[in-house]
């Protein structure tokens, strides 16, 4: 995989091509192990909702600016 700082931040909302300013950063803990952080880039557009959608079921950690994001999240 590329370093994040060589990528093009694209907004994880379905059809948006827009450039990510925001990262959701969730864990369903069914699924991930306590130190995992799955990210969500989001744009200024899709940032409540895509927060939204984690919150209702209970996964959101954080919402951040993608430059805050660490290299071990994804
Ligand atoms: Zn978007």
């Given at each position: 995989m590329t370093a994040?700082?060589?990528?093009?931040l694209?907004?994880?909302?379905?059809g948006c091509r827009a450039t990510a300013t925001r990262g959701v950063v969730w864990?369903?803990?069914?699924?991930h192990t306590p130190e995992r952080r799955k990210?969500?880039?989001?744009?200024p557009d899709?940032?409540?909702?895509l927060a939204e959608f984690?919150?209702?079921r209970g996964f959101l950690l954080e919402?951040?600016?993608?430059d805050e994001l660490g290299a071990g999240d994804g």
């Open positions: 994040r700082a060589e990528e093009h694209v907004c994880s909302a379905k864990r369903n803990p069914r699924l990210v969500w880039l989001a744009c899709h940032e409540r909702h984690v919150q209702l919402v951040v600016d993608v």
